[in-house]
């Protein structure tokens, strides 16, 4: 248990920020209480590629588009020997590493293992949240009455490392943000436990860049202030932090107090976006409900795209007059490309819609969603999609979200 002073309460009295220090204090005694399990998955889509090809294993590789125009979405740690990192431009990369093996990259078959360590996780787990392709929090609070934190965790990460063949790392500390951080200093292929006694002599000592919401941006700021590790950045006033960086600014101060009162989502595959429409008069005209559903797709994916989400399976829905509903539903690699999911929903719908009668009502929705819509992107050979894509999301966020979208699809 942490003790206040009778000087700390005094400060929390007298000082401007004594609302952030109140708010503090809650905070760290309900973390006191929390076991947060952090896993990660090495170096994930390079990982999968040396599944199916051994010759892979010990050299350099890069995922990532195939064009000198394409984006690096994964590499493994021999390239990154050479300064070779996620979000480089292949061309660059290839300069660095011009030996490395290059490779396109699956999607469908990273979704397929990406959903295997979720099952695994799903059968043992009380708590659990994806927090993306290749991550995923678990709480485990309470579970040291029955087993040892670190040992039930350990035997986690060994049953999916058994049956899955992919490395992956472990952080167990007392909130999301320091298992995080031991995730990452854990790696490759390891574990690493910061019990909440520890937890501001493992912080101190390292770089802001530590942090999970510092990007480089607020990284580079920063250190033009001065800041360079964790512990410099929580000794700063929290008021002259908020003052530079805003309200993130406390948020990331917090975490360099190595306090995040984030809890874990519970994750279900049920977790999902979806729209339908229930015409006026009931229709078979298929050309119209063909462009509805290229509308109701495009809005779904806009909603993605605003949450940095992805979907993994599409569901459209039709009831006929008589009110007989019918559903089908289609696994797909992670994505929240408009041009990749249409194809899929019309498909859908043509295969759905069997009894050529009149139709009441249509509807779409995707589902087992995962966050990561930047590290997926990065696939595309042509880097102007993606850019199309943003500036039409930033005409929809300025003017609406009707106010672009395909003439004809």
């Known amino acids: 248990m942490i003790k206040y002073s009778s000087k700390v309460i005094h400060f929390l009295i007298i000082c401007p920020s004594a609302r952030i220090f109140s708010e503090m204090k809650n905070i760290i005694d309900n973390t006191e209480r929390r076991t947060i399990v952090h896993m990660d998955l090495d170096t994930f889509f390079v990982s999968v590629e040396r599944l199916h090809n051994s010759r892979l294993n010990g050299v350099p590789v890069v995922i990532g588009g195939m064009s000198d125009r394409g984006v690096v979405a994964g590499c493994s740690y021999e390239a990154r020997r050479f300064g070779v990192h996620s979000a480089m431009p292949v061309k660059m990369a290839r300069v ?3 030996d490395a093996v290059y ?9 397929r293992y990406s ?6 996780i799903a059968e043992k787990a009380p708590v659990f949240e994806k927090a993306s392709i290749d991550e995923h929090y678990l709480d485990i609070t309470g579970m040291d009455r029955f087993f040892g934190s670190m040992k039930w965790t350990q035997e986690l990460r060994q049953n999916i490392i058994k049956n899955t063949g992919l490395p992956i790392s472990v952080g167990l500390s007392v909130n999301k943000t320091v298992s995080k951080i031991a995730t990452g200093i854990a790696k490759p292929n390891g574990e690493l436990q910061i019990p909440l006694m520890n937890v501001r002599s493992f912080l101190d000592p390292l770089s802001i860049s530590k942090i999970p919401m510092i990007g480089q941006k607020t990284y580079n700021l920063l250190r033009s202030m001065g800041i360079a590790t964790i512990r410099t950045l929580r000794s700063m006033p929290p008021e002259m932090v908020e003052k530079v960086l805003g309200k993130n600014g406390i948020v990331m101060w917090k975490k360099a107090n190595g306090i995040d009162p984030t809890p874990v989502e519970p994750w279900s595959e049920r977790k999902s976006v979806s729209t339908e429409t229930t015409f006026e008069t009931d229709t078979t005209d298929i050309a119209m409900i063909s462009d509805l559903l290229v509308r ?3 809005k779904l994916a806009y909603q993605l795209r605003g949450k940095q989400k992805l979907t993994s399976c599409i569901t459209v829905k039709v ?3 008589n009110f007989d509903t019918h559903t089908m539903q289609q696994r797909i690699p992670y994505t929240s490309l408009d041009h990749l999911l249409i194809p899929v929903v019309k498909s859908l719908f043509t295969r759905v819609y069997q009894r050529r009668m009149l139709i009441r009502l249509i509807g779409v929705r995707f589902s087992h969603l995962v966050s990561g819509m930047q590290q997926i992107s990065m696939f595309d050979d042509t880097p102007e999609m ?3 894509y943003q500036a039409m999301d930033r005409i929809r966020l300025k003017y609406g979200k009707q106010a672009i979208g395909r003439a004809v699809y």
Do not use: A, F, K
């Open 386 to 388: 993606v850019n199309l």
């Open 103 to 111: 490779i396109r990259g699956d999607m469908e078959s990273y979704s």
């Open 296 to 298: 109701m797709t495009e």
């Open 115 to 120: 959903r295997m360590v979720t099952e695994i």
């Open 319 to 321: 009831r006929y007059s």
């Open 96 to 98: 660095l590493c011009p």
